[in-house]
């Protein structure tokens, strides 16, 4: 896991922890918990998504079992440096939807003393590593790959498959349009699709 305390008390720095995974994994789950803990200890928490996310609420992170907490919407992630002064801990759901300044944004709170919490897909419907979470994996002290359960297997899931033709990198959706699988399945899925 991680330590939530450093062992030189002099060295005022905060840092970095990406949950990263497929659909379904459970990654904004693991976002609220560790965001609620640090509430619970009565530290200044802000949590910011994108704007262009309004699946479940305008203006709360959800899981897909339901599981909340207040958030504030962001065009870019420029807006967030502007917003979160003055907080012990923040958190970022959706990263992979930001621009690349989401990397710069991140590391410059965490030089700030601020622990940044930041969740999003590692990778996109064509498995390819998404927007800036490559990135961010790389800057951040602790990364945490979550998994789901593959709906055809009932193997470990890390690939997000897109049950619909629409070829856009960005589309919002639930289990009507997504489906997490095992690498086999996933293979096995696209390679019908390139056969078609």
């Not at 789950?29 to 305008?58: G, M, N």
């Not at 193997?155 to 489906?179: H, I, Q, W």
Request: charged content about 25%; some cysteine; hydrophobic content about 40%.
């Amino acid at each position: 896991m991680f330590l939530e305390n450093t062992v030189n008390h002099k060295e005022q720095f905060g840092w970095i922890e990406v949950i990263c995974g497929s659909m379904f994994s459970g990654k904004t789950e693991e976002l609220i918990r560790r965001l609620k803990r640090a509430q619970f200890a009565k530290q200044r928490v802000e949590i910011f998504k994108p704007a262009i996310d309004t699946r479940y609420h305008d203006e709360m992170v959800v899981s897909h079992d339901a599981n909340e907490i207040r958030s504030t919407p962001v065009p870019a992630a420029a807006n967030i440096a502007i917003l979160a002064q003055g907080c012990d801990v923040i958190g970022i759901d959706e990263a992979q939807f930001f621009d690349d300044e989401i990397v710069t944004v991140c590391n410059d709170l965490a030089n700030q003393g601020i622990r940044v919490i930041v969740a999003g897909l590692d990778m996109d419907f064509k498995g390819n590593p998404f927007g800036p979470m490559p990135a961010l994996m790389a800057t951040a002290e602790y990364v945490t790959k979550v998994h789901a359960v593959c709906t055809r297997t009932g193997n470990l899931a890390n690939y997000s498959f897109r049950k619909t033709d629409n070829d856009k990198l960005v589309m919002l959706g639930e289990t009507e349009e997504y489906e997490p699988l095992s690498r086999a399945a996933y293979y096995n899925a696209m390679k019908k699709i390139q056969d078609k």
